[in-house]
């Protein structure tokens, strides 16, 4: 008689979930919000995760959380804008899980302002957090992802305003849209090892970032009835389609943006 096979448990998954691979996983800005909720998505299916991030408690927070799936998290405090670090935080990261297979950039700020308000710092800090550091790790993926094996891929987090513009994110708008033009880039790159790279374009998500726009009386409530699904998402809405991105269900989805926005930008410019 043939055996049916067990379903998969829980032990077994970190090979085999929804098409996940069981190698390590860097989370940039994994401290909070939409990174740590895909260090913890990640986790749950049981890939090792490494979660960098300026704030040394969240991301030890967010190793701690990912630990009690039983898989390795390695958290360490890494700035992502400063360039001449994300090499040897690289090497220490793949040496940390055993491999390193998978890649989200999720470390970004907002950098609000108008034109009329933007200076050097903040249009710096917000292009070389969000844009520069994307590529500036990409670049020393090759080498561990090569280690891997074939289903390594990077996902980079851009936004709705990585497609539209908004008056009160000039430098935001700016690195976003930068993202996917990285991200299309790096996606031919990447493909001559056999690797993917794509983008998820988040609408509003409630986490840290949004704290200050939500303090502005009717802001979440205009923002929610202008959304077709009439409300903003959590950041595990965001944390699925990334670790889908990742997994071999998306083998032949290369150098795309996936809008995850409630439907917003569907029915209405932003
Ligand atoms: P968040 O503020 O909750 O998390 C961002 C994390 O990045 C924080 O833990 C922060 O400490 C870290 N970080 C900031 N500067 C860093 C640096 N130099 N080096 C390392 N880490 C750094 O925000 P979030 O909403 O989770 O944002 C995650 C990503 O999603 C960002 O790229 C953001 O632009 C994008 N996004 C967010 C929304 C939203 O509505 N929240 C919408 C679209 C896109």
């Known amino acids: 008689m043939t055996s049916i096979p067990d379903a998969p448990s829980a032990a077994r998954s970190s090979s085999n979930h929804l098409g996940s691979p069981g190698t390590g996983v ?18 749950e299916v049981g890939r090792p995760v490494a979660i960098w991030d300026i704030d040394a408690a969240g991301a030890e927070e967010t190793a701690a959380r990912c630990r009690a799936f039983g898989v390795t998290a390695h958290a360490a405090v890494v700035d992502v804008a400063d360039s001449s670090v994300i090499g040897s935080a690289v090497t220490a990261a793949a040496d940390a899980l055993g491999s390193l297979g998978g890649f989200v ?26 844009l520069r550091a994307a590529a500036m790790i990409c670049r020393h993926l090759l080498v561990p992802f090569r280690e891997a094996g074939p289903g390594s891929a990077v996902v980079l987090i851009s936004s709705i305003e990585g497609l539209f513009g ?15 033009g990285v991200m299309r880039s790096l996606a031919q790159r990447f493909a001559m090892e056999g690797f993917r790279v794509n983008a998820v374009c988040p609408g509003a998500v409630a986490t840290p970032m949004l704290e200050p726009a939500f303090a502005i009386p009717g802001f979440r409530e205009q923002l929610e009835e202008r959304t077709p699904l ?30 995850v926005d409630g439907g917003l930008t569907a029915v209405t410019a932003i």
């Open 26 to 43: 860097l989370v940039t800005g994994g401290g909070s919000g939409i990174g740590r909720a895909t260090a913890l998505a990640l986790a």
């Open 105 to 130: 950039h999720a470390a970004g700020v907002s950098g609000a302002g108008t034109v009329d308000d933007i200076d050097d710092v903040v249009w710096d800090e917000t292009l070389n957090i969000n």
């Open 230 to 259: 009439q409300r903003i998402s959590t950041p595990d809405e965001i944390a699925r389609p990334i670790r889908f991105l990742l997994s071999s269900e998306a083998s032949f989805v290369t150098g795309a943006h996936l809008t």
């Open 166 to 180: 908004s008056v009160m994110l000039t430098a935001y708008c700016a690195s976003k849209g930068g993202v996917l």
